[in-house]
């Protein structure tokens, strides 16, 4: 990649990253271009170079917002930390999701259930799946799953609550329940023990 390229991406990484930050805080609808622009260090024409539209704009910070959970998830299961602090770096970082503001968690949601645009889906089955399948493996091997839990039944797990979460009944409700339910997720109904 030549300096031209690279600053253009550096720019583009710029306004997604600023304008994902600004619509989780305030949402969509709140937040004009020119803000955008002004936090980001660049005029407003430059973002209409990249991005046609705010709509355009938004549905990029969608796709930005995806790839940056998955490669967060991915450093976690990858790490050096033992498993506990794993599962604990996994629930923490569920807990941003509580802090979305309401419009743009409804509009990722929506974009999540989205038949034609459905990036999550596919990112789940390429990366997700494979990177779950490797944390358990370890939970197993260590001691804190119950090596007798089939893969198979533990994905379809993840499976059942995946697709219960793109019913937009659910997801329109779920918000507040974030922490909860990532803590029953992990931990059953039983809760976290002492020794974990």
Known sequence: MDGFQQRREQKKHAILETATTLFMKHGIQKVPVSEIAKKAGVSQVTIYNYFDNKHTLVHACFLYYVDQASLEFERIVESDMPFPDKIKQI??????????????????????????????????????????????????????IDPNLSQEAILFYIKMFKDTMQQEEVYKRVLPLTEDITNIFFYGLFGKREND
């Open 91 to 144: 629930i923490f970082n569920k807990k941003e999701t509580s802090q979305i503001n309401e419009e743009f968690y409804h509009y990722l949601m929506k974009e999540y259930t989205s038949g034609e645009t459905n990036y999550i889906e596919k990112i789940y089955v390429e990366k997700a799946v494979p990177y779950f399948t490797q944390l358990f493996e370890e939970g197993k091997k260590l001691g804190y």
